[in-house]
């Protein structure tokens, strides 16, 4: 792992665990065994850190969801590979994921609005793939923000209850969110 990638995972655990506000990075430095002043060969800023962090992690989201989209997979099998997509963030990069639902507001400006339409974009393109689902009778004709709000939710934050309990494996957590997700909002 190089330098940088090494600072950026130490400042997003930083960030998940104290908050973007409070971590300067003399913290940063002091948790890597570093003088501060040799961080600035690597970063500018501890708002470079949050955007490397936030941006690349939505940006990911993006390009998965934009292929999910538009692939010719049922329903059922597009809303399986979200719940994938948001269970491997989850264990791979935590604390980045933190990162993206807790500090997105510090980013500034341009950053910030590029973030935005990207969640936006996101949850968009999820309401487009219930939407269809439920006009082709694979998934039940239930209020489908309901769906999109509780899908989605639990999935953000998936990262603060695995974080404490990492006695489920990747794979079991996949099969039992994929079985109670879709066994719950099916027509079959």
Avoid at 69 to 84: F, G, W, Y
């Amino acid at each position: 792992m190089d330098r940088k990638t090494e600072i950026i995972n130490c400042a997003a655990q930083l960030f998940k665990n104290k908050g973007y506000s409070a971590v300067t990075m003399r913290d940063i430095a002091q948790a890597l065994d570093i003088k501060a002043a040799s961080l600035y060969n690597h970063i500018k800023s501890k708002q470079e850190i949050l955007v490397l962090i936030i941006i690349e992690i939505a940006e990911e989201f993006t390009r998965v969801m934009n292929e999910i989209l538009e692939s010719d997979a049922p329903t059922i099998n597009k809303v399986e590979r979200v719940i994938q997509l948001h269970i491997a963030i989850t264990i791979r990069n935590s604390d980045a994921l933190a990162c993206l639902n807790n500090d997105w507001m510090h980013l500034t400006d341009d950053q910030l609005a590029y973030f935005i339409r990207m969640r936006e974009d996101y949850e968009n393109n999820f309401r487009k793939i219930i939407k269809n689902g439920v006009e082709q009778g694979e998934i039940k004709a239930n209020n489908q923000e309901v769906m999109v709000f509780s899908i989605l939710s639990t999935l953000r934050t998936l990262y603060l209850w695995y974080g404490k309990t990492k006695k489920i494996s990747a794979e079991e957590l996949q099969k039992s969110m994929s079985e109670l997700y879709l066994k719950g909002i099916t027509n079959k």
